[in-house]
């Protein structure tokens, strides 16, 4: 079976830092994968995906970034963290008839 | 404006009752997918509709698409303290696998 994990759960970070969130996908192969970000009282906006290695389609422009170095690897990164970027993160993959599985999440503060 | 509407932003029903959550697009829907999410955590897959006017079921949760394919209702039948959480709907607009969230129904079920 798939599972999709997500490290670190939580990360307290100060402003200016660098970041790095990891995505791993097991039980699946060539999977498109997905970055969100949460913010506290609104939906999830898509802003990363990825229909292959080295292959990354940025949806909104940020200061984050993103990389898929293997197949089932996907990292969403940034050299200079702002207090904006603190959210809950979530990494997704498509499945069958499309249908996108969530990781557990980062939930990532910016002080 | 939100491309997925969803409504109400938040309910709080007693335990035993019924209640429904609408989705509402803009756009024409190439495929409807509902999610369960506890505070913290990653969102679970419920339920997906792809061709209008279908009906799904799961438990005491019934979907349905309507035959614009420009809306979907999640209806829960005697409700239980373990429903309470965020509720929300996804949906591929483009049909390129880029998808949208509604900002997300809160349920809150008393015992």
């Known amino acids: 079976s798939q599972t999709i994990h997500q490290w670190p759960a939580t990360l307290v970070q100060p402003v200016g830092s660098p970041l790095s969130l990891e995505c791993t996908v097991e039980?699946?192969?060539?999977?498109?994968l997905y970055w969100y970000r949460q913010a506290a009282g609104r939906g999830l906006q898509l802003l990363f995906y990825?229909?292959?290695?080295?292959?990354i389609s940025s949806e909104v422009p940020q200061n984050l970034s993103a990389s898929r170095p293997q197949d089932r690897q996907f990292i969403l990164s940034s050299k200079k963290l702002l207090l904006s970027d603190s959210g809950f993160y979530l990494c997704?993959?498509?499945?069958?008839?499309?249908?996108?599985?969530f990781g557990p999440g980062t939930r990532l503060l910016v002080l | 404006s939100q491309e997925l509407e969803q409504s109400p932003q938040s309910l709080i029903v007693q335990e035993g009752k019924n209640l429904t959550i609408n989705c509402t697009s803009s756009k024409t829907l190439y495929g409807l997918y509902w999610y369960k999410q506890k505070y913290g955590e990653g969102l679970i897959f419920l339920m997906m509709l792809q061709k209008g006017g279908e009906e799904k079921s799961h438990e005491k949760i019934t979907a349905k698409l309507d035959e614009k394919k420009q809306q979907s209702s999640l209806h829960i039948t005697a409700s239980q303290p373990s429903h309470a959480g965020i509720y929300l709907c996804g949906a591929d607009t483009s049909g390129t696998y880029k998808y949208i969230f509604g900002t997300g129904t809160r349920l809150k079920v008393l015992a």
């Open positions: 990825s229909v292959g290695i080295g292959q």
């Open positions: 997704a993959w498509n499945g069958d008839w499309e249908t996108q599985y």
């Open positions: 039980g699946t192969s060539n999977p498109n």
